[in-house]
């Protein structure tokens, strides 16, 4: 990944997420904001998300560039870990088509991204649908998963898992399902500890917070 460019594409992105403070002139010249209500349940969310992926799998695998859509996904999945700014520009109603598809742009040529990924952020930009990009790769990964026989566990923690801690809870879950298990991981501090996995249609939850919500409930009993 080529880090200066990696580092003005985000610049821009920043820009575009502060404008109001930033001010429209200093970022852009000769454009005018276009506010578009992006919100969509969930499950509206997920079926574009899966239709997208679809496409981006089927285009991979008849081109015979899986590993190439599997780096992109892991570029994707660390910008968007490494970035509050596009993690909000992608779902900011303030910020025009044309301005995300620049920002996209920017972006996947800084990344190196292949050109079915790149052309796919670009379309989606068009199409005011770039927020649904984490629930997207999401679906990639189990998608490329299922190709090599793996499965794919979707792991929340409170912290960050080291690479000891995640090469053992993933030997774990392969020794209970019989298969390769690729880790999608992710962190939230209101957890408090512990974690949340999922995998296929089974998800266990072994979270403070949860253990806490449980004895609360238990108190409220007694009470």
């Known amino acids: 990944m080529a880090k200066p460019l ?28 276009e506010r578009v209500d992006v919100s969509e349940p969930a499950s509206i969310s997920a079926a574009v998300a899966s239709r997208y992926a679809g496409a981006m799998f089927d285009l991979a695998k008849e ?12 570029a994707i999945d660390a910008a968007l870990a490494a970035s509050k700014e596009l993690s909000l520009m992608i779902a900011s109603p303030l910020v025009s088509r044309v301005d995300q598809g620049k920002a996209v742009a920017a972006l996947a040529t800084a990344m190196g991204l292949s050109i079915i990924s790149a052309h796919t952020l670009s ?21 490329i998963a299922a190709e090599n026989g793996e499965m794919t566990a979707e ?3 409170a912290v960050k ?19 390769d298990v690729k880790l999608s991981t992710a962190v939230d501090e ?26 609360q409930n238990k108190m409220k009993e007694v009470g």
């Open 6 to 33: 990696l580092h003005r594409a985000l610049s821009y992105v920043r820009c575009l997420v502060h404008l109001e403070e930033i001010g429209y002139e200093k970022c852009f010249s000769g454009q005018t904001i």
């Open 63 to 74: 081109s015979k560039a899986l590993p190439a859509l599997t780096s992109d996904i892991d």
């Open 123 to 143: 379309l989606m930009a068009q199409k005011r649908r770039l927020f649904v990009l984490p629930q997207l790769t999401i679906d990639v990964r189990a998608r």
């Open 155 to 157: 792991v929340t923690s």
């Open 161 to 179: 898992l080291t690479a000891a801690q995640a090469k053992k809870l993933s030997a774990t879950l392969k020794a209970s399902v019989g298969k």
């Open 190 to 215: 209101s957890l408090i500890g512990g974690l949340i996995v999922k995998l296929g249609s089974t998800m266990i939850d072994n979270s403070i917070k949860s253990k806490l919500a449980a004895l």
